[in-house]
């Protein structure tokens, strides 16, 4: 594992610690949802990839994989409203969803999309999260998140699904990034 790359200022969680919580979370999931017909995962796009990805090889619950695109950063920065592009391909309704997104930071995002996935009436919807930010917290309400760390990471995150400016989402590890690369 190499921080050559310049907008590496530290490496915050690394490759092996991501996958030994993944496998802690989907233990809490396969318990929650053991007695589930059939739960319908919804990824994030496109950061909710990777771990969506890493994720449900240690289900065991019968599931099914949909996709759900929003989109709240551009360059950084954080547009004023999510925009939501949704096509399910099986129905929700009466079904139990699971949310899987990279990073709930404000909990805008989260609280957004299931607004929008609760008109189709499903039976429940949680979320999981490779990272949820504890003051994300007072925007999420009457909803269960497994997160592998919940804690401020203390900077922005690149790697892992988490982009800078689209770049990097294909990192295995998450990296807090570093501003100070003018002379690189
Ligand atoms: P929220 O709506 O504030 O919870 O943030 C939603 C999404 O914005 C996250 O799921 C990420 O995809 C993206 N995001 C938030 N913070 C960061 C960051 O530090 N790096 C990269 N993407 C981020
Ligand atoms: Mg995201």
């Not at 796009?45 to 989109?71: A, E, M, P, R």
């Not at 607004?115 to 925007?139: F, G, M, T």
Request: charged share 25%; net charge neutral.
């Amino acid at each position: 594992m190499g921080t050559e790359n310049k907008y590496i200022k530290e490496i915050k969680y690394t490759e092996e610690q991501i996958q030994e919580r993944i496998k802690f979370v989907a233990n809490q999931i396969n318990e929650e949802f053991k007695n589930s017909k059939e739960i319908i995962v919804v990824s994030i796009l496109k950061g909710g990839l990777n771990f969506t990805f890493d994720l449900i090889k240690h289900l065991n619950v019968d599931l099914s994989i949909d996709f759900i695109k929003s989109k709240s950063y551009a360059l950084s920065r954080k547009f004023t409203s999510p925009m939501i592009i949704f096509n399910p391909s099986v129905p929700l309704e009466g079904k139990d969803i699971l949310l899987v997104d990279d990073f709930i930071d404000s909990g805008e995002t989260l609280m957004k999309v299931r607004s929008y996935l609760a008109e189709h009436k499903p039976k429940s919807i949680s979320a999981a999260a490779v990272v949820k930010k504890p003051s994300s917290s007072k925007n999420i309400h009457n909803m269960k998140v497994f997160a592998c760390w919940n804690e401020e990471p203390g900077g922005f995150l690149m790697g892992y699904g988490l982009d800078y400016d689209e770049k990097y989402r294909n990192l295995p590890y998450i990296a807090i990034i570093s501003y100070n690369n003018e002379d690189s």
